[in-house]
């Protein structure tokens, strides 16, 4: 019991990985199925067929080659103007800045089937044509408000003394930002960057809405499984979730190095 005491906290914790992780394994595992019928939800034999051919269903990488170019544009465009907000709300005072700090918290706060439904009215009076311009302007508004707060969170734990010692050592204001500020909220922008492309890659409801006739890959995973579930989308999920963690890896690593490095100087 002493033992278990102590250890209470890794052991929740690991469970808790567990829990999280085991859809991703279940995802994997069945990409390597091959089911005896259109729904992969039971397995039958072990397979590689479908990782030898994971574009072998009809318009499924067409829609996956979408999702990712809505995402990356998406992620830009948020992130340019979250950055600024962020920056703008911690740095400067204003009039409205109270409101807006507020207002930022909305999308977050508010169902998606609202927002989807607001944005919809507004492109509709608009006259504007539902398609790839209509998702990638919703994703960008959805995915912004997430940048601003892990921006503004970074911003707001900067030291101002650094910026200053630039500023005394006779450094511009574009060579201060770009060698000193921008550096050290790096990590806020990554993070938020981050967040905003698995949102957007992610989002089904607020593409459903503004979408028309364009499919992206959740909506072509959602009807597949009103037809049938191949194991190629599995596939796509087991790669797009094997391509995540390296990149956690990667970035706990060079920041492992970075952090080694400094204790050494």
Known sequence: MRWLRRNIVVIAGLLTLAYLILPNIVVMVFSFNNPAGKFNYSWREFSTEAWRDPCGVADMCGSLVLSLQIAFFATIGATVLGAMIAFALVRYRFKARGTINSLIFLPMAMPEVVMAASLLTLFLNLGAQLGFWTILIAHTMFC???????VKARVLSM????????????????????????????????????????LSFDDFIITNFNSGSTVTFPMFVWGSAQRGTPVQINVIGTAMFIVAVLIVVVAQLISSRRKHSARSK
Request: without cysteine.
């Open 159 to 198: 030291d101002p003394r650094l910026e200053e010692a630039a500023r005394d050592l006779y450094a511009g204001p574009v060579q201060t930002f770009l060698r000193v500020t921008l550096p050290i909220a790096a990590p806020g922008i990554a993070a938020g960057a981050m967040l905003a492309f698995a």
């Open 144 to 150: 912004l408000s997430f940048v601003v707060v892990a």
